[in-house]
């Protein structure tokens, strides 16, 4: 062990975590820090989804070039700078050959912004409509952001229902109460790093289509599922979308991970065209406006939160999404330094007795990418997690972000240079105190 | 008249505003935008406040050097950025000499985005508690928020109470069901640009403290009652605030205004030590943490609607706050402009026979500043802004920001050159056409 029981006990004392096993990412990143700032051994830190890259400098250089005009005073337009909303639209349509209109491509202060107005809106269009169904694991701050807003939730682990007709029968049990306003997933998924195949996105649409669900697809990870080349504008193959297989849905895009630029806090929303148009008796009645879903979200709700998105962020967005359309920046490429880390990372648990524990697509083994999920035997998520800390590496607690499986979940963003040889050395010291 | 009844109608009719008298500042700036477009005549637009100056310069070149390092690939932290911070609890004592430390001072996506989390926060922290009062007339975009959160709000129009008496006795009224979670008003007042005099803080001050309700003070206007000069830091005279007379209290800072910076959306909410610590069961429960007011909102609240304010942003507030505070940059006397501007404007339309409608902060005339507000005769609110469209003067309603006067708001920012006598022209067309 690098750090002692003892140690480890005071700090999680001293931060006031009430129960370490459930600890949330914040908490864990507060216990590494503090753990080595006490001790001066540093961490693997495998937590926080963190860019482990520089930012896109096509980014950084636009937006200095806008903050040298007149723009920082101005008020940004509620539903967002013309260049970016264009680009944006053809952005979608470069690396996912589907359509939707500038004017439903809409900034958000971050798609952490995006998901906490599109709740609201896809909750409050019909009253009878008042749950959100999570396809978990997932990402813990969209249940967290429905507690802000008092908001009830349903979701299920979707390990055991891969594949069309499971997903469909599980689906189909949830959703035929009729209450299911929203359904929400990551792709590629955070934690779990799987992919959904064409099949399961159109069940997932069928299901949205006949339920009047909205998805809001949270596409993060955008075309880091490493096993294909979707890097290349306006050719196949076309990054997977649940927008080919219905009209009831919100793509939530974000520069923090394919540019590099979370501390910007730059995504957009991209609203269907049929349902950005789409009239709702009770958007109308409570807001006294047209009801109509896009302009409802845009001027009612989202302008309501921040009054629009950093302004020279939103040049400097622009300007990122324009070199990767047209060809001249890479995204894909730059971020698959992501999947030669993690497959190092696997190969090191993996020697020491580890496993993968969402392995498969199916049939087909995941991807290398962000994220990865490890178990140990039948340790349990909380066990696991505590355990790794005492041998200096950090991680989330699979339990934490609504999977049934035992396991933690691995990022592999900020492993670099000796930290593969630490690693090592730390999971063998583990493997040799744990071997039963 | 420069635009005819027709052209009027014809646009309101394309534009889909249901009524032209009740119609919101977003439609008006619409309105204005499109009949510019239509005929080629310019506007004088009164009627957003939007910066009329150049951005401060100390930010810009903060943020590109920012720009320029890792930075923006980096989540901010949830609480903001430490130098941040610090310069916004140094700037509140050296304009204030209120001390706030730096924990309780946290950046947010423009100081829209810190009422709507101090709102959630309020309204979560005592089941009894469920409705906020505002003193009136004020930003209708606060009650936009409620709106979107399905909370209760009471209003009254200060006109009628001022003085502390008064004010008390109006207060007590409103209050005394014990209904009341929280008070917001701002300071130099948006739209009525009158000031609160330090017996009607104290007021407010023992009111929230007597039936524990938390204020909001907005001070988007913050030192910009040009009647005093605010401009010198850690020297009396100090910007009057409610801090004085409560511990209750959330301060509301934007860069808006005083830095010309409100495109970056960048503000600061200062919570009191006192509520910063106070421990709610509450919100304990809901978010299964600690239930402590500040990093409950800070954690738990704020960081679910934008996980964070934009990194490099941060950098350039935290430069302008300190050039405040080091007495480098005199932001009072750079807004000083805005109050030569409105003096103008006020001496014109009472040339034409309009007046004044919140004259005197009780028996003082009002400052000159960034906005003020007209009447003409005993002309409704609806009636006076629909009627000065047709002479190109675009302007908002009073009734529309909970005020029981007659008239319309205007914004002194954008009138510079030759616009004075443009306005001066088209309000003696004016005159002569409604002369009785």
Excluded at 84 to 111: H, Q, W, Y
Excluded at 307 to 321: I, K
Excluded at 377 to 401: K, N
């Amino acid at each position: 062990m690098i750090y002692s029981k003892e140690t480890v006990e005071g700090v999680v004392r001293e931060l006031g975590i009430p129960k370490l096993e459930n600890a949330t990412i914040g908490e864990v990143v507060l216990l590494a820090r503090r753990l080595e700032e006490l001790t001066g051994i540093p961490f693997i830190r495998m937590d926080q989804g963190v860019p482990g890259l520089s930012p896109c400098r096509v980014g950084t250089e636009a937006e200095k070039a806008a903050l040298d005009t007149d723009l920082p005073a101005i008020y940004p337009p509620a539903e967002g700078i013309p260049e970016l909303k264009r680009e944006a639209s053809r952005f979608v349509k470069a690396f996912m050959n589907i359509d939707v209109a500038a004017a439903g491509c809409i900034p958000v202060t971050g798609a952490v912004a995006g998901s906490f107005g599109g709740f609201i809106a896809a909750l409050q269009r019909d009253p009878a409509k008042d749950t959100v169904l999570f396809i978990d694991p997932g990402f813990p701050i969209q249940k967290s952001q429905l507690r802000v807003l008092g908001q009830r939730w349903e979701q299920f682990d979707i390990h055991d229902h891969r594949g069309a007709e499971p997903l469909r029968a599980k689906m189909e049990e949830q959703m035929a109460g009729g209450r299911i306003a929203a359904i929400i997933y990551s792709n590629p998924n955070n934690p779990a790093w799987i992919s959904l195949t064409e099949e399961e996105l159109r069940t997932i649409g069928e299901m949205a289509t006949r339920h009047d669900a909205i998805v809001l697809e949270d596409l993060a990870y955008f075309g880091m599922d490493f096993r294909t080349d979707f890097g290349r504008p306006f050719e196949v193959p076309y990054v997977p979308t649940v927008a080919r297989y219905t009209d009831n849905y919100i793509l939530m895009m974000t520069s923090s991970k394919i540019f590099s630029y979370a501390g910007q806090r730059a995504g957009f929303i991209a609203v269907s065209d049929g349902l950005f148009g789409r009239r709702f008796d009770a958007l109308a009645e409570r807001y006294s406006g047209s009801g109509l879903f896009g302009p409802t979200l845009t001027a009612s709700i989202l302008y309501m939160m921040t009054s629009g998105v950093t302004h020279s962020t939103q040049v400097g967005y622009a300007a990122m999404l324009k070199a990767a359309s047209d060809g001249e920046f890479d995204f894909v490429a730059e971020t698959s330094e992501y999947a030669r880390r993690a497959r190092r990372m696997k190969d090191i648990f993996e020697r020491h007795g580890f496993h993968v524990v969402y392995d498969t697509d199916i049939d087909r083994p995941i991807a290398d990418g962000f994220f990865f999920t490890i178990g140990y035997g039948d340790m349990t998520c909380g066990e696991l997690m505590t355990q790794l800390i005492h041998y200096g590496v950090s991680s989330i607690a699979l339990s934490t972000t609504g999977s049934d499986q035992r396991g933690i979940r691995a990022c592999s963003s900020r492993m670099t240079g000796g930290l593969f040889d630490t690693l090592d050395e730390r999971l063998a010291a583990f493997a040799k105190d744990h071997r039963s």
